[in-house]
């Protein structure tokens, strides 16, 4: 018995399962990983004022699947993630996690991480072409509150991070400088910031003053990294307009 329609029929079903396969991909969900395994102390399931479950939040209503994570970072807990945040760590990430995340980013995964002290993110970044400084910033211009260690960010460069923004506001950061082209400043502090090296608490003779990277952007393999100076940035209390809608773009840039 012979089935003329045999080879379409074969087809018919290819092309429908194309379809199918097609369409998961297309509608698949981003899976954002919040480490929380390295003492971070403002996690995203407290609604406290220094917490991050507004950030959290945002990321949901901007179409990314959101979990949290208390256990190291390795292939295995990587596997099925397409972004990783760590925010605010105290302690420092283990070689072993450096050289997982850097498996993660060569293979286009997307990572973000923020600054509540630098020493926990040295290794990394280093890996990733960014330095830090080893002292807080202080502004004489767009200061919030008379506190120059709280002011807003203006010098935005050309980045979808900044889309529909003038500024945003940073609480208590650190510089940032890329060491290599794979990775540049984004956003910067006025010319009129400054360190106090002297550790007089003011601007005086031994500090120096100058413009300041405070985000930096870059790409590792086939993917990409954002890293901002502070992490006060998307806590609850500070998720004012422009730092939520900052938030807003980078769910979107990190998809």
Not at 14 to 42: C, E, K, M, N, W
Not at 182 to 198: E, F, G, K, M, Y
Request: proline fraction near 4%; glycine fraction near 8%; avoid cysteine.
């Amino acid at each position: 018995m012979s089935f003329p329609n045999s080879k379409f029929i074969f087809m018919f079903i290819a092309a429908v399962l194309y379809l199918l396969t097609s369409a998961g991909a297309v509608l698949a969900t981003p899976v954002v990983l919040i480490d929380q395994s390295h003492d971070q102390r403002f996690v995203i399931e407290k609604d406290g004022p220094l917490y991050l479950s507004s950030f959290a939040a945002i990321l949901k209503d901007e179409g990314l699947l959101v979990k949290s994570s208390t256990e190291p970072l390795s292939d295995e807990s990587l596997s099925g993630v397409d972004i990783v945040v760590i925010s605010g760590p105290f302690r420092s990430i283990a070689p072993a996690e450096i050289e997982s995340l850097l498996r993660f980013l060569k293979h286009g995964g997307r990572l973000s991480v923020m600054l509540h002290i630098g020493p926990p993110f040295s290794d990394l970044l280093h890996r990733l072409e960014v330095d830090f400084s080893n002292v807080v910033l202080n502004e004489q211009e767009n200061v919030i509150d008379n506190d120059t260690k709280n002011f807003q960010v203006k010098a935005l460069g050309t980045h979808p991070l900044f889309a529909g923004l003038n500024h945003f506001s940073l609480y208590g950061g650190w510089a940032l400088m890329n060491t290599a082209p794979s990775a540049r400043i984004i956003a910067s502090t006025s010319p009129r910031a400054w360190v106090d090296l002297n550790g007089d608490g003011k601007l005086s003779d031994g500090d120096v003053m100058d413009s300041f990277g405070v985000v930096v952007a870059g790409e590792f393999g086939a993917g990409r990294f954002i890293v901002f100076g502070d992490d006060a940035i998307f806590q609850n209390k500070f998720l004012d307009e422009s730092n939520r809608q900052l938030a807003k773009n980078l769910a979107r840039w990190l998809k």
